[in-house]
């Protein structure tokens, strides 16, 4: 089992920057790619961003050179940092962790709203 726990989530202006984080804990060692997808009012849950164990990543469209993914080996933790923020970023972000080809855990979410 791996528990997956947000955290960074917040209400900023459009334009601005967060940086959300999430700590993965358990078995972690099964874990191949991390990810983070996000879910809007009234949409589906739509994927944001991933890195793989070797580091490698991928974005939506909808994000590429405004949004980056990271992650800390040691301390066990991904981020995302998010910079120029629209409004249409605004939505329920969650962590979510694969040790194949299909998602395994997904964390609670934390909330990202975009308004002035």
């Known amino acids: 089992q791996v528990q997956l726990v947000e955290s960074g989530g917040g209400l900023v202006q459009p334009g601005g920057s967060l940086r959300l984080s999430c700590a993965a804990s358990g078995n972690i060692l099964s874990i191949y790619v991390m990810s983070w997808y996000r879910q809007a009012p009234g949409k589906q849950r739509e994927f944001v961003a991933a890195i793989t164990s070797g580091g490698t990543t991928n974005y939506a469209d909808s994000v590429k050179g405004r949004f980056t993914i990271s992650r800390n080996y040691t301390r066990n933790t991904m981020f995302l940092q998010m910079n120029t923020l629209k409004p249409e970023d605004t939505a329920v972000y969650y962590c979510?962790?694969?040790?194949?080809?299909?998602?395994?855990?997904w964390g609670q979410g934390t909330q990202v709203t975009v308004s002035s």
């Open positions: 979510a962790a694969a040790s194949g080809p299909s998602i395994d855990y």
